[in-house]
């Protein structure tokens, strides 16, 4: 057998393996505290109208407009290949000041305290 053939053989069996290991491991007995029903921590069973606090949705906001600035900043690096390389460093430079100064006014105006 050539070492390709190997391989295959070995990826196969392990996957095979494994796949029947993973119907026989779990533990098959769930408790009643498994069974209930949850819903983002709050209780499913009383009233639906609780107060909810917006400064939750705040954060969710803050969290994805950082964590899509950090996508639109991964490939900077790359830019240094373009033909203007200065201009594309020019404009990340300015998104990535707009944000952090949009970030320290909210921090500065109290929307990122918890406490009242």
């Not at 830019?79 to 949009?102: E, M, N, R």
Request: charged share 10%.
């Amino acid at each position: 057998m050539n070492l390709l053939t190997t391989v295959m053989l070995i990826t196969i069996l392990l996957s095979i393996i494994l796949a029947l290991v993973s119907f026989w491991m779990p533990q098959m007995s769930p408790d009643p505290e498994k069974l209930s029903p949850y819903e983002c921590g709050f209780d499913p069973l009383g009233s639906a109208r609780l107060p909810f606090s917006l400064r939750f949705f705040l954060v969710a906001i803050l969290f994805l407009l950082f964590d899509l600035e950090i996508a639109l900043l991964l490939p900077l690096p790359w830019g240094i290949q373009l033909t203007h390389p200065t201009s594309t460093f020019l404009w990340a430079s300015l998104v990535l000041a707009l944000l952090t100064l949009g970030l320290i006014y909210e921090w500065l105006q109290g929307g990122l305290e918890w406490a009242e």
